[in-house]
């Protein structure tokens, strides 16, 4: 539909108002469930993400209260087990990960001057997948029983004959549908960055919460493979009587560790570096300086990478490989946590001498700093093989994992979501509840998880459900449980800031940080095109140097470069329904395997195929629309597809 001329030719991210407002087909439900626009479907794995991290701490919430005193008997030893189990498998993959796939969704893009993801359908086929696979995990509660085998599901504790129930399946058929999602999702992020960076965005002038993903993306292609390839062993032993890791037939059920931990190791990574690339991304808006060692923190991400396959082996320093695999992985570990260190250097780099604001989301910074590098200093003590023979198995273990995953990388989105709330709602979270919510939360999981360290010295066994009175662990599981209480409060804090935000919330304007990358440089929230006309890039710094040109990095802007770029217009894909049923077809097939019904499994994948093919053949998609044309008609895209 025309919506009328234009006079003069609009500023780089601020369309005019017939532009701002959407047309009415991308209005309700039906839109939400129909949506390729990376931007929704950003903020539908945030959503969904902080979703499964809720429903976590209430599992995690449970565990603590059944240790809070000895022969407690508030949660049965199988229930406890499955608490454990969904709390691990929850927040690792359908918490944390997803959270940094949903920043990176709504912002890649934006940051690299796009205007969607390279493949849009796709995008949208991720999302759906990855959120059956969170709800085909969690019906497990109501069939039967939940998974109980622990995050990592060692063999032989997954074979039927060890574990009879349906509790197993529903683990490694969610975590094979959900891997698929996760995949589909790296590759289009490393296609787009690679492809659709704004005219002057060289590969080092990308933000590096960009490069972070980047290099994530490669990551997850290599890293979940492995775990595939054992989800499936399994899935074949349970169901076709397979023997791939049934000890009476010569299997090694170590093979199982070793393609899990192949997959582990770099997925702590795959959490971390989004991570440390939002990090990156706050310290130096709030601190009015720019990054400190910009090449030397993308050179060490790549290191980081790169050696993230180099370490597997610490997670089994007790298995028996021997001293020589033992010395050798121990070298590894000791290695990857130099890059780690140089990026805390860089940081604290960048803060010093800098005109630093204290809101809510620098204060989640500073506190990711201290609580990832005392996680990182128990990550070189358990490098040390004979120190680690003590600690394995130990809460001490229990303790360095929340620091570096939990304490580290979650504290760090935290920043993201203060930072970025006002871009994707155009309106400001409370600092004055902000700070509340932080002064609960951090030091609330401080009390939790530190003085788990000291019950791991003490002896404390991990994966427990009880203790005996009298062996000295009362007071610190006391403790460690009364933080869960302070610690609550503040996450409860923080969802009460969203919805208040959300309802009650100041405008923010375009860009109320004074922040230095591209995707403050359009409207809060961006329109569904997100530029108006086409950035060109001078700086790494973009924006920066769009507001003030004399900041350059050592580069001469010329004058003809402070303006944008014009296209004369934008091919905007439409809405589709076929990659929402694609990943619906993959829930029925999740239940025929579960239940040996391979009739309902042939059904799924035909769906899925049909679904597939009937996106790619849908035809040649959305309307072109001219933003940022100098006096021509701008349209509004119909419903069609993306090529």
Known sequence: MAIGKLGAPPVVGRP????LSRPTWTEGLLSWLTTVDHKRLGILYIVTSLGFTAIASVEAFLIRLQLASPNNTLLSPDVYNQMFTMHGVTMVFLAIMPLAIGFANY???????????????LNAFGYWVYLVGGVFLYTSFLLGGAPDVGWFAYA?????????????DFYMIGLFVGGIGTLATAMNLIVTIINMRAPGMRIMRMPVFTWMILVTSFLIIFAFPPLTVALFQVMMDRTFDTLFYVPAAGALPILWQHLFWIFG???????ALPAFGVISEVIPTFSRKPLFGYPVVILSGIFIGFMGFAVWTHHMFTTGLGPVVNTAFAI???VIGIPTGIKVFNWLATIWGGKVWFSTAMLYAVAFLITFTVGGITGIMLAVPPFDAQAQDSYFVVAHFHFVMGGGALLAFFAGLYYWFPKMTGKLMSERIGKLSFWLLVPGFWVIFFPQHFLGLMGMPRRTQTYVEGIGLEFWNLVSTAGTFIMGAGLVLLLVNIVHGLLRGAPAGN?????????WSTTSPPPYYDFDRQPVVNDRDAHWVQKYPESVHGERVPASASEPYDRGGAHMPGQSWYPLIAALSLLPFSYGWLYDNMWLVGVSMLILIVATYAWALEGVGGKHIHVGGHDEAHRAPDEGVDA
């Open 16 to 19: 005019p108002d017939a532009l």
């Open 265 to 271: 190791h770099p997925e702590v990574y795959i959490i």
């Open 511 to 519: 860009d109320p940080w004074d922040a230095r990358t591209l995707e």
């Open 156 to 168: 032989p504790l997954t074979s039927l004959s060890n574990n009879p129930g349906l509790g197993t």
């Open 332 to 334: 590894t570990s000791f």
């Open 107 to 121: 912002f890649v893009p934006l940051q690299i001057g796009a205007r969607d993801l390279a493949f849009p359908r």
